[in-house]
Nanobody, 116 residues
């Protein structure tokens, strides 16, 4: 079992930056993939960025060049640096990890609001 706790959400202006953090605990050595998803009001949850244990990353087209995912597998941390924020980045952001048995774990979510 893995538990996830996110932090770092909040309010930012368009063009601003925020950094999200997610701390995993429990059986962190079973994790082989870490990422961030988001869900805007009235929309489905969507992938923002992922990083696999081989360091391969993938990003949603809408955030490429603006967001950067990084992590520390040994410590169980994953981060999302968000820059050049846009109004449409407003959403609840969820940390997600997958373990070696393909089980998915989710954090409780953290609100990111981009507004002038």
């Amino acid at each position: 079992q893995v538990q996830l706790v996110e932090s770092g959400g909040g309010l930012a202006q368009p063009g601003g930056s925020l950094r999200l953090s997610c701390a995993a605990s429990g059986n962190i050595f079973s994790i082989n993939n870490m990422g961030w998803y988001r869900q805007a009001q009235g929309k489905e949850r969507e992938l923002v960025a992922r990083i696999a244990i081989d360091r391969v990353t993938n990003y949603a087209d809408s955030v490429k060049g603006r967001f950067t995912i990084s992590n520390d597998y040994r410590k169980g941390w994953v981060y999302l640096q968000m820059s050049s924020l846009k109004l449409e980045d407003t959403a609840v952001y969820y940390c997600n990890v997958q373990d070696n048995w393909s089980r998915q774990y989710w954090g409780q979510g953290t609100q990111v609001t981009v507004s002038s």
